[in-house]
């Protein structure tokens, strides 16, 4: 996911734009998305909540937590 996220630009929280197609391996598979995506908090991608995995990982990466 650290690499994954790179692919999305955060248009808000919650909302996330591919801007360059990617993939990786999620609890629930391999998920690959291609440019153009949108995707949005509570509504699931190829079964994933694929958003919600994207909000967390941003979190993870905010310079405030290291």
């Given at each position: 996911m650290k690499q994954f996220i790179k692919c999305f630009v955060r248009?808000?929280?919650g909302v996330w734009k591919c801007v360059?197609?990617?993939?990786?391996?999620s609890p629930?598979?391999?998920i690959?998305?291609?440019q153009?995506?949108?995707v949005v908090r509570g509504t699931r991608f190829?079964?994933?909540d694929l958003a919600a995995a994207?909000?967390?990982?941003?979190?993870?990466q905010?310079?405030?937590?290291g």
């Amino acid at each position: 996911m650290k690499q994954f996220i790179k692919c999305f630009v955060r248009e808000r929280r919650g909302v996330w734009k591919c801007v360059r197609a990617c993939s990786f391996e999620s609890p629930v598979g391999r998920i690959e998305v291609v440019q153009g995506t949108v995707v949005v908090r509570g509504t699931r991608f190829m079964n994933y909540d694929l958003a919600a995995a994207l909000d967390e990982e941003y979190e993870r990466q905010a310079p405030d937590n290291g």
